[in-house]
Protein backbone atom coordinates (compact mmCIF):
# COMPACT_ATOMS: atom_id res chain seq x y z
CA UNK A 1 0.00 0.00 0.00
CA UNK A 2 1.35 3.60 -0.98
CA UNK A 3 0.23 6.32 0.75
CA UNK A 4 1.04 9.50 2.41
CA UNK A 5 2.03 9.68 6.23
CA UNK A 6 1.96 12.72 8.00
CA UNK A 7 4.89 12.15 11.22
CA UNK A 8 3.51 11.74 14.77
CA UNK A 9 5.53 13.35 17.71
CA UNK A 10 8.52 11.11 18.13
CA UNK A 11 7.67 9.46 21.60
CA UNK A 12 10.91 9.81 23.52
CA UNK A 13 10.03 9.13 27.30
CA UNK A 14 13.48 8.06 28.87
CA UNK A 15 13.02 6.17 31.94
CA UNK A 16 15.29 7.13 35.35
CA UNK A 17 18.74 7.18 35.30
CA UNK A 18 18.98 5.12 38.41
CA UNK A 19 17.09 2.26 36.62
CA UNK A 20 19.20 3.11 33.63
CA UNK A 21 22.16 2.43 35.60
CA UNK A 22 20.59 -1.02 36.78
CA UNK A 23 19.71 -2.02 33.27
CA UNK A 24 23.33 -1.15 31.86
CA UNK A 25 25.63 -2.58 34.78
CA UNK A 26 23.68 -5.33 36.50
CA UNK A 27 22.78 -7.26 33.38
CA UNK A 28 24.08 -10.80 32.39
CA UNK A 29 23.45 -10.03 28.72
CA UNK A 30 22.47 -7.30 26.73
CA UNK A 31 18.72 -6.81 26.91
CA UNK A 32 16.03 -4.49 24.90
CA UNK A 33 13.16 -2.85 25.42
CA UNK A 34 10.56 0.13 25.03
CA UNK A 35 11.89 3.21 26.52
CA UNK A 36 8.89 4.10 28.07
CA UNK A 37 8.91 5.38 32.16
CA UNK A 38 6.18 2.84 32.56
CA UNK A 39 3.87 0.16 31.76
CA UNK A 40 1.12 2.53 31.47
CA UNK A 41 2.85 4.50 29.06
CA UNK A 42 3.46 1.93 26.44
CA UNK A 43 -0.48 2.33 25.32
CA UNK A 44 -1.03 4.76 22.95
CA UNK A 45 -3.72 6.44 21.47
CA UNK A 46 -3.81 7.81 18.09
CA UNK A 47 -6.99 9.32 16.00
CA UNK A 48 -6.74 10.83 12.65
CA UNK A 49 -9.41 12.87 13.48
CA UNK A 50 -6.76 15.59 14.54
CA UNK A 51 -5.54 15.72 10.93
CA UNK A 52 -8.14 15.11 8.70
CA UNK A 53 -7.84 14.15 5.41
CA UNK A 54 -3.98 12.58 5.42
CA UNK A 55 -3.96 8.70 4.19
CA UNK A 56 -2.11 7.69 7.61
CA UNK A 57 0.50 8.25 10.09
CA UNK A 58 3.55 7.18 11.74
CA UNK A 59 3.56 5.87 15.41
CA UNK A 60 7.47 6.29 16.80
CA UNK A 61 8.16 3.74 19.00
CA UNK A 62 11.48 4.47 20.91
CA UNK A 63 13.88 1.20 21.95
CA UNK A 64 16.79 1.53 24.21
CA UNK A 65 19.07 -1.75 25.05
CA UNK A 66 20.68 -2.06 28.02
CA UNK A 67 23.85 -2.79 27.87
CA UNK A 68 27.04 -1.24 25.87
CA UNK A 69 26.97 -0.37 22.43
CA UNK A 70 28.65 -2.83 19.43
CA UNK A 71 30.89 -1.53 16.91
CA UNK A 72 28.36 -3.90 14.61
CA UNK A 73 24.35 -3.65 13.58
CA UNK A 74 22.60 -5.81 15.65
CA UNK A 75 19.12 -6.93 15.23
CA UNK A 76 15.96 -7.28 17.66
CA UNK A 77 12.75 -9.33 16.67
CA UNK A 78 9.28 -7.77 16.80
CA UNK A 79 5.84 -10.22 16.86
CA UNK A 80 2.34 -9.26 16.96
CA UNK A 81 0.08 -10.10 20.11
CA UNK A 82 -2.82 -11.42 18.35
CA UNK A 83 -4.75 -11.94 21.03
CA UNK A 84 -4.65 -8.22 21.50
CA UNK A 85 -4.99 -7.10 18.07
CA UNK A 86 -8.18 -6.48 16.31
CA UNK A 87 -6.79 -4.11 13.23
CA UNK A 88 -5.28 -6.22 10.40
CA UNK A 89 -1.94 -6.07 8.55
CA UNK A 90 -1.79 -4.32 5.43
CA UNK A 91 -5.09 -2.73 5.52
CA UNK A 92 -5.26 -0.74 8.64
CA UNK A 93 -1.44 -0.90 9.64
CA UNK A 94 2.23 -1.30 7.90
CA UNK A 95 4.17 -4.52 8.58
CA UNK A 96 5.79 -4.67 12.30
CA UNK A 97 6.87 -7.98 12.65
CA UNK A 98 9.79 -9.30 12.31
CA UNK A 99 13.58 -8.51 12.41
CA UNK A 100 14.58 -4.76 13.01
CA UNK A 101 18.02 -3.29 12.95
CA UNK A 102 20.04 -1.72 16.14
CA UNK A 103 22.56 0.72 14.02
CA UNK A 104 26.35 -0.45 15.04
CA UNK A 105 27.46 2.41 18.01
CA UNK A 106 23.70 3.19 19.16
CA UNK A 107 22.05 2.40 22.43
CA UNK A 108 18.71 3.62 20.82
CA UNK A 109 16.56 3.41 17.93
CA UNK A 110 13.12 4.43 16.40
CA UNK A 111 10.68 1.26 15.69
CA UNK A 112 8.22 2.83 13.25
CA UNK A 113 4.60 1.82 13.62
CA UNK A 114 2.60 2.80 9.84
CA UNK A 115 -1.23 3.14 10.28
CA UNK A 116 -3.55 3.70 7.86
CA UNK A 117 -6.53 6.17 7.59
CA UNK A 118 -8.52 4.43 4.76
CA UNK A 119 -11.16 2.13 6.44
CA UNK A 120 -14.56 3.51 7.11
CA UNK A 121 -15.08 1.27 10.26
CA UNK A 122 -12.36 3.15 11.25
CA UNK A 123 -14.97 6.65 11.76
CA UNK A 124 -16.94 4.83 14.49
CA UNK A 125 -14.53 1.91 15.68
CA UNK A 126 -11.76 1.83 17.25
CA UNK A 127 -8.79 -0.70 16.20
CA UNK A 128 -5.91 -2.40 18.06
CA UNK A 129 -2.61 -3.23 16.96
CA UNK A 130 -0.04 -4.68 19.74
CA UNK A 131 3.30 -6.59 19.61
CA UNK A 132 6.05 -7.08 21.63
CA UNK A 133 9.83 -7.47 21.76
CA UNK A 134 11.01 -11.42 21.05
CA UNK A 135 14.72 -12.35 22.08
CA UNK A 136 17.42 -12.92 19.40
CA UNK A 137 20.89 -13.80 19.25
CA UNK A 138 21.88 -10.27 20.06
CA UNK A 139 19.25 -9.36 22.77
CA UNK A 140 17.53 -11.00 25.31
CA UNK A 141 14.10 -9.53 26.82
CA UNK A 142 14.36 -9.97 30.16
CA UNK A 143 13.42 -6.51 31.30
CA UNK A 144 9.58 -4.95 31.78
CA UNK A 145 8.39 -2.57 29.06
CA UNK A 146 8.44 -5.03 26.39
CA UNK A 147 5.15 -4.87 24.85
CA UNK A 148 3.21 -1.69 22.88
CA UNK A 149 -0.04 -1.42 22.39
CA UNK A 150 -1.80 1.28 19.84
CA UNK A 151 -5.30 2.29 19.75
CA UNK A 152 -6.33 4.31 16.94
CA UNK A 153 -9.38 5.58 15.31
CA UNK A 154 -10.69 8.07 13.14
CA UNK A 155 -12.85 9.45 15.78
CA UNK A 156 -11.84 11.86 18.35
CA UNK A 157 -11.48 10.29 21.74
CA UNK A 158 -11.59 12.21 25.86
CA UNK A 159 -8.53 13.93 25.83
CA UNK A 160 -6.89 14.16 29.63
CA UNK A 161 -7.06 17.75 29.98
CA UNK A 162 -10.76 17.60 29.51
CA UNK A 163 -11.11 16.20 33.29
CA UNK A 164 -8.78 18.98 34.67
CA UNK A 165 -10.36 20.73 37.48
CA UNK A 166 -9.66 24.34 36.12
CA UNK A 167 -10.99 23.33 32.77
CA UNK A 168 -13.71 20.47 33.30
CA UNK A 169 -16.50 23.49 34.81
CA UNK A 170 -15.40 25.31 31.42
CA UNK A 171 -15.75 22.74 29.28
CA UNK A 172 -18.79 20.57 30.84
CA UNK A 173 -19.37 17.14 29.90
CA UNK A 174 -17.72 15.55 27.20
CA UNK A 175 -19.22 14.93 23.85
CA UNK A 176 -17.15 14.27 20.31
CA UNK A 177 -19.52 17.24 18.70
CA UNK A 178 -18.42 19.48 21.28
CA UNK A 179 -14.34 18.55 21.30
CA UNK A 180 -14.91 18.83 17.12
CA UNK A 181 -16.08 22.39 17.26
CA UNK A 182 -13.63 23.17 20.21
CA UNK A 183 -10.66 21.85 17.06
CA UNK A 184 -11.97 23.98 14.69
CA UNK A 185 -12.72 27.28 16.70
CA UNK A 186 -10.17 27.69 19.68
CA UNK A 187 -6.96 27.56 18.00
CA UNK A 188 -5.56 24.33 19.57
CA UNK A 189 -5.86 20.69 19.89
CA UNK A 190 -5.15 20.68 23.76
CA UNK A 191 -5.14 22.86 27.27
CA UNK A 192 -2.14 23.33 29.67
CA UNK A 193 -2.18 21.24 32.98
CA UNK A 194 -2.37 24.58 35.27
CA UNK A 195 -0.56 22.08 37.85
CA UNK A 196 2.64 22.01 36.36
CA UNK A 197 2.03 24.76 33.38
CA UNK A 198 0.90 27.05 35.40
CA UNK A 199 2.82 29.75 32.69
CA UNK A 200 0.49 28.53 29.89
CA UNK A 201 -2.99 29.37 31.72
CA UNK A 202 -3.57 32.86 30.28
CA UNK A 203 -3.32 31.15 27.00
CA UNK A 204 -5.46 28.06 27.50
CA UNK A 205 -8.21 30.45 28.76
CA UNK A 206 -8.02 32.60 25.34
CA UNK A 207 -7.90 29.30 23.58
CA UNK A 208 -11.67 28.36 25.92
CA UNK A 209 -12.55 32.01 24.74
CA UNK A 210 -12.35 31.50 21.47
CA UNK A 211 -14.81 28.42 21.33
CA UNK A 212 -17.26 30.56 23.68
CA UNK A 213 -17.40 33.07 20.97
CA UNK A 214 -17.94 30.25 17.94
CA UNK A 215 -20.90 28.49 20.37
CA UNK A 216 -22.36 32.30 21.34
CA UNK A 217 -22.55 33.33 17.29
CA UNK A 218 -22.11 30.37 15.06
CA UNK A 219 -23.06 33.11 12.36
CA UNK A 220 -20.56 35.16 13.03
CA UNK A 221 -18.41 32.84 12.70
CA UNK A 222 -18.93 31.06 9.39
CA UNK A 223 -19.00 34.34 7.80
CA UNK A 224 -15.38 34.60 8.43
CA UNK A 225 -14.47 30.91 7.50
CA UNK A 226 -15.84 30.25 4.09
CA UNK A 227 -14.94 26.52 4.42
CA UNK A 228 -18.24 26.23 6.93
CA UNK A 229 -21.58 26.19 6.38
CA UNK A 230 -24.38 26.79 8.83
CA UNK A 231 -27.85 26.55 7.12
CA UNK A 232 -31.18 27.36 8.28
CA UNK A 233 -33.07 24.14 8.28
CA UNK A 234 -36.52 25.16 9.93
CA UNK A 235 -36.77 28.79 9.96
CA UNK A 236 -35.92 30.67 13.51
CA UNK A 237 -35.42 27.33 15.06
CA UNK A 238 -32.97 24.69 13.30
CA UNK A 239 -29.94 24.57 11.73
CA UNK A 240 -27.54 22.69 10.65
CA UNK A 241 -23.33 23.33 11.04
CA UNK A 242 -21.03 21.33 8.19
CA UNK A 243 -17.62 21.74 6.79
CA UNK A 244 -18.30 21.79 3.03
CA UNK A 245 -15.53 19.53 2.15
CA UNK A 246 -17.99 17.00 4.20
CA UNK A 247 -21.12 17.58 3.80
CA UNK A 248 -21.88 14.53 5.26
CA UNK A 249 -20.84 15.45 9.14
CA UNK A 250 -23.72 17.58 10.19
CA UNK A 251 -23.97 18.97 13.47
CA UNK A 252 -27.69 20.15 14.59
CA UNK A 253 -28.34 23.20 16.48
CA UNK A 254 -31.19 24.34 17.82
CA UNK A 255 -32.01 28.07 18.71
CA UNK A 256 -33.14 28.28 22.35
CA UNK A 257 -35.10 30.61 24.77
CA UNK A 258 -32.74 31.35 27.88
CA UNK A 259 -35.56 33.80 29.62
CA UNK A 260 -33.83 37.14 30.94
CA UNK A 261 -30.92 36.01 29.44
CA UNK A 262 -32.31 35.71 25.52
CA UNK A 263 -31.47 33.29 23.24
CA UNK A 264 -28.64 30.96 22.86
CA UNK A 265 -27.59 28.30 20.09
CA UNK A 266 -27.54 25.11 21.01
CA UNK A 267 -25.53 22.83 19.72
CA UNK A 268 -26.73 18.79 19.85
CA UNK A 269 -24.44 15.88 20.97
CA UNK A 270 -22.97 13.17 19.05
CA UNK A 271 -25.54 11.33 16.99
CA UNK A 272 -27.86 14.23 17.00
CA UNK A 273 -28.93 12.94 20.80
CA UNK A 274 -31.79 14.83 22.23
CA UNK A 275 -28.88 15.68 24.83
CA UNK A 276 -28.04 19.49 23.61
CA UNK A 277 -24.92 22.26 25.26
CA UNK A 278 -24.68 25.88 24.91
CA UNK A 279 -22.48 28.29 26.37
Known sequence: MKTNFSLLVVLSLLVACASEQQYRYNAVTDNIYFDFT???????????????GVAGLTVA?????????????RYFRVEPVAALTTAREGEHYGPVAGLHE????????????????????????????????????DFTTDFPLTSVMISFSNRLEKPAWWDFSSWSGEMGSYSRNKHYLF????????LSDPAT????????????????????DPVSWVARHEEYAFVETVPGLMYEFYEKANPAKKIQCMIMNM???????AFFDDNNAPTIFYI
Do not use: H, W
Open 38 to 52: DTSDSRLTCSFAYTP
Open 61 to 73: VPVKISGPRAPRA
Open 102 to 137: MPADSGACILPVELYNSDPLLADTTLVVAFRLVPTG
Open 183 to 190: LISSGTID
Open 197 to 216: EGEKTIQSLNYIKNFKAFIF
Open 259 to 265: GSMGTRY
